[in-house]
């Protein structure tokens, strides 16, 4: 039988609302898609995090914490979203959480391939570093085929979900509601002060009065003379910001996929 996409959108939906779980859906889907390289055509959104070992993608640093969202969606998988690939309904279960979150409606299409074995794991270090600058965003991104204005965009996505000492390094909310998709991200940017501070680890991060931080790949976005404009025009325009996400996360979930078909 074919997917009924409407009952696998309703699962992922009621998982969201009862879990809270939404930031690190998005988080999955992300760091799936995130690892593709144009050059090589290596990497992409691959479902390749199932896999367990030294050599999978799930044991990146980058990855840690991932398990808790893959198994809470394995009961979807095993169930209406059993004919999905795994990249597929990563895919779909993210673009689900930012829609009930609040976030804009992110079309979605089906065709992705899973990977077959473990051994199609990239290597590790594709994915930004949160400690790094403008230069490493840029190299980061730029290997993906994003520009400066889909940096400033995808980082967005962190007006949702807060880091984790045991997963990150990093500790605390980006906005004063972590689950709650808009453009808090960049208004705080702009307009709280932000000090010098240390997560519990030890690791250099910012802090806002209210218990909010910011990453240093966060403030490189104010710092920097072509990512700020973009910020400040986000923070103004809220709309804008879900019109031009919708178009740019469409891009990174599908990135090195070919063929794909809107789902019925």
Known sequence: MPTDYAAVRSAIADLVNEKKCGPILIRLAWHDAGTFCKNTK????????RFTGD?????????AGLAVARDLLEMIKNGPAKDMTYADFWALASIVAVKEMGGPDV???????DAKEVGESVEEGRHPDADKESDHLRAVFGRMGFNDQDIVILSGAHTVGKCHADRSGFEGPWTADPYKFDNAYFVDLLNKE???SKASTGNPQFA???GTMMLISDMALLKDEKFR????????????F????AVTYQKLIELGCTDLTAAA
């Open 229 to 240: 404009p973009f910020v400040e025009k986000y923070a103004k325009d809220e709309k804008a």
């Open 107 to 113: 079309p979605f299409r089906v065709g992705r391939k």
């Open 194 to 196: 932000w000090k010098e």
């Open 42 to 49: 290596t990497g992409g959104p691959r479902g390749c995090m």
């Open 242 to 245: 879900f019109d031009d996400f």
């Open 208 to 210: 806002g009065s209210d």
């Open 55 to 63: 050599k999978s993608e799930a044991a990146f640093g980058a990855n």
